[in-house]
């Protein structure tokens, strides 16, 4: 029986992308607390910048199938996680 192997980048996106979204579940309720208490918004104007993050992610996803059928998957992996690690750095230090 021949067993195929999952090569180590794969398995280090996984890993990466189920901390970031365990990251992105535990800091939404403190958002929208921030949101409502900081910012003064109404709590409808709170669900609705929170919930349009779910949007922005659809369409986000069909914009990056098509720059990958384009340039190709691992260019662009390549300059999401950058783009990512960009903005993480810039909500840190900025």
């Keep these: 029986m021949r067993t195929s192997r999952t ?3 794969a398995k280090l996106l996984v890993a990466g992308s189920g901390i970031m979204s365990l990251a992105n579940s535990v800091t939404i309720p403190f958002l929208a607390v921030f ?9 409808a104007a709170v669900g609705l910048v929170i919930g349009s993050s ?17 340039f190709g998957r691992i260019p ?9 690690v960009e903005a993480h750095a810039n909500v840190s230090f900025g």
């Design 7 to 9: 090569p180590f980048l």
């Design 54 to 70: 779910v949007f922005f992610s659809i369409a986000a996803g069909f914009f990056g199938g098509t720059l990958s059928d384009h």
């Design 35 to 43: 949101l409502h208490r900081e910012l003064g918004l109404e709590p």
């Design 76 to 84: 662009v992996l390549i300059a999401g996680l950058g783009g990512v």
